[in-house]
């Protein structure tokens, strides 16, 4: 029984990385393409507004506080930031190819869960960060979240409550 079981783990394993990254919650269309986008140590990057918060989220959650060069045009950016009104709100898409990653949202909310998104797909260590190929769309199905936590029947510290809080923020 025990070899059954670790068979099983390695099949399902071995299939997380031939497909690519697993993120949680599913998206609800990602497809995946050929090849990796690869950011080293200096990374340009592409927004209308430098200072929003989905950004300095993303430059301290997802590229490690690598240094980044601003760029005028979207082209020769390794990270473009692009608004579309025609995108449900919260929802995002993200385009990874070999030379540059395309994040498009209609707001700054699915900005910032997009980036939640990039916080689970990317790989590698700090000055050499890979994301896989891919196309990701997604959007809330409902339009409300929540997260439960009891703290009248279960005490907690507050550093755990913010724990929580971050842990539920990833998801």
């Known amino acids: 029984m025990n070899h ?25 269309q990602v497809e995946m393409k050929k090849g990796k986008l690869t ?12 200072t929003a918060f989905y950004v300095s989220l993303l430059r301290s959650e997802v590229l490690r506080n690598s240094s980044v060069k601003w760029q005028s045009n979207a082209s020769t950016a390794h990270i473009c930031w692009m608004n579309d009104p025609s995108l449900p709100p ?20 699915g900005f910032i869960y997009a980036v939640q998104t990039l916080r689970q797909w990317v790989s590698g260590p700090a000055g050499k ?38 842990m539920a923020s990833l998801l």
């Open 4 to 28: 059954r079981l670790s068979i099983l783990l390695l099949l399902v394993s071995y299939a997380a990385i031939t497909c690519g990254q697993i993120v949680f919650p599913s998206p609800n």
């Open 39 to 50: 950011l080293r140590k200096n990374i340009s990057m592409y927004t209308a507004d430098t």
């Open 90 to 109: 919260e929802g995002y898409k993200i385009s990874i190819n070999p030379k540059q990653m395309t994040i498009t949202a209609s707001g700054e909310r």
């Open 129 to 166: 960060l890979t994301f896989a190929c891919a196309d990701i769309t997604d959007s809330p199905s409902m339009q409300w979240r929540c997260f439960m936590l009891d703290s009248g029947r279960q005490y907690q510290r507050v550093s755990t409550i913010k724990k929580y809080i971050d």
